[in-house]
């Protein structure tokens, strides 16, 4: 062996004992210390990999879920998952996503809170060309509507207590300290009413309109008679609790009930909730499409109904598990913000286990915030699986969502130098999520990512044809022209 090769092996070879000896000392220092080292830094371009995935990695063209852009879509279990389109006016929330995704759910049962009547105009045709079971509710139409009756699924003391309270909450808001007060007196004589009406009446006079005229001549001293008549100890009770306050107070209970049935001095609504005639079970067995419709400027004005109407159908739906062979029920909320569902938030959460949920359609989520506070309404987000966010977001979601998109390294050149750096950076920044530009947005779905164009339905050659089938002729299911009322 030469000379310069023992001394590399013997430098090996020390090389070797050194590293073991330290690695030693370091476990004995550990052992007697406690110490534990710092585990080596990640390289950089391993630490800031945020990317955008590509759409067809995410979407298909062929899914049967939520359309997030006009051509691709998610797939039914994904679209079991809940889903939520934000955007201003104008983006293309209807057009974009809430069209396409009416035309490609052509095997499951779909509910429209169709505000604009333009989702009707469109599609109506195409679903009673697939042999949809239509169902319309036009508020401001008895005459071409199905009926819906709120308390005709009453079916004890909770369930008439549910519909008292919505009926307050969503006509004279939640009230605190003295108004809650009056509130809550207000529910409580209106659950008894509501059971009245039930307890001894025929079919017919079972309704909200029988309720307000009970309400409205209580002081006739019929009321007294009723009351007696029913033998029921809940509502005798509520009746002596009633009349136990002094006439000042009575008087305030009574015109807050007034109040929160005002909706009932129309005779449109008298008409459309004398009778029901839809069956919220049937749309698992058959394919059924139900518009809900009223103009945009009167969306605060019948919002209660609407409110009662999902909270009662998401109820039905959850009261068993779907068989093997039902239907999907997906709910798809234009102007979301413009109702209050109190069990929305269980709703999103759990209707998956059921064959069913929602998509939501706002302006930002601010509206959300507002109507149902900051914990519920983050709570409603977290479960929308898919997420479509159009440009002009409020500040404060574009920072999150910014955050949410992640960091990633990049190389600048200096212009001057030619020298290239690495700088770490936001994937968007929040004025870059803002600006997203004409026709394009922002869909997550799940923990991916997708910057995507936007295509109108009208673009396409097949769904605007679809919008161009004759619709089918509604009849009219009135089964009278005046509401039938109580004798006094």
Request: aromatic fraction near 12%; glycine fraction near 6%.
């Amino acid at each position: 062996m030469k000379f310069e090769d023992f001394l590399k092996l013997l430098y090996e070879i020390i090389s070797i004992i050194l590293t073991l000896l330290w690695e030693l000392a370091k476990f004995l220092y550990s052992l007697i210390t406690g110490w534990k080292p710092e585990p080596p830094e990640p390289e950089l371009n391993n630490q800031y990999q945020a990317a955008l995935a590509p759409v067809k990695e995410v979407l298909s063209q062929d899914g049967d879920g939520f359309c997030l852009g006009g051509k691709y879509c998610t797939s039914a279990h994904t679209a079991l998952q809940g889903g939520i389109a934000i955007g201003g006016s104008g983006y293309g929330k209807t057009s974009c996503v809430l069209q396409p995704t009416l035309y490609n759910m052509v095997d499951h049962s779909v509910i429209i809170h169709d505000s604009s009547l333009e989702l009707a105009k469109n599609t109506l045709g195409f679903h009673h060309f697939h042999n949809f079971g239509i169902k319309i509710l036009n508020y401001d139409k008895p005459q071409v509507s199905d009926g819906y009756n709120p308390i005709s699924r009453v079916r004890g003391i909770t369930d008439a207590q549910k519909v008292s309270n919505l009926l307050i909450r969503n006509t004279l808001g939640s009230g605190n300290g003295s108004d809650n007060f009056w509130n809550l007196q207000a529910s409580a004589f209106l659950t008894m009413l509501v059971l009245l009406v039930l307890k001894e009446q025929k079919q017919e006079l079972r309704n909200l309109t029988n309720v307000k005229y009970l309400l409205d001549n209580y002081s006739s001293g019929s009321l007294d008679n009723l009351v007696a008549k029913s033998g029921d100890r809940f509502i005798i009770q509520e009746y002596k609790n009633f009349l136990s306050y002094d006439q000042k107070v009575i008087s305030s209970i009574v015109a807050t009930c007034r109040s929160a049935l005002n909706l009932w001095n129309s005779p449109n609504i008298q008409l459309l909730t004398s009778f029901d005639s839809i069956d919220f079970k049937a749309f698992r067995k058959q394919k059924t499409a139900l518009y809900i419709q009223n103009s945009t400027l009167s969306l605060p004005f019948y919002s209660v109904i609407t409110s009662i109407f999902f909270e009662q159908f998401f109820a039905e739906l959850m009261e068993e598990l779907p068989h093997e062979d039902d239907l999907h029920t997906y709910f798809l909320i234009d102007e979301f913000s413009s109702l209050y569902i109190p069990s929305i938030q269980l709703a999103v959460s759990n209707l998956r286990k059921f064959k069913a949920n929602c998509f939501l359609v706002v302006q930002s989520e601010h509206q959300i915030k507002h109507v149902y506070g900051e914990n519920q309404a983050t709570a409603i987000l977290q479960n929308m699986y898919s997420r479509v966010y159009f440009p002009g977001q409020d500040m404060q979601t574009c920072q999150s969502i910014s955050s949410r998109l992640g960091k990633r390294e990049v190389e600048i050149e200096d212009e001057e130098t030619g020298k290239k750096t690495k700088r770490i950076r936001e994937l968007l920044t929040p004025q870059e999520v803002y600006e997203l530009g004409q026709n394009r947005a922002l869909v997550f779905v799940g923990t991916k990512a997708i910057y995507t164009n936007m295509y109108p339905f009208y673009e396409n050659k097949k769904l605007k044809q679809y919008s161009q089938l004759p619709a089918p002729e509604i009849t009219s299911k009135l089964p009278w022209q005046t509401v039938p009322l109580i004798t006094l």
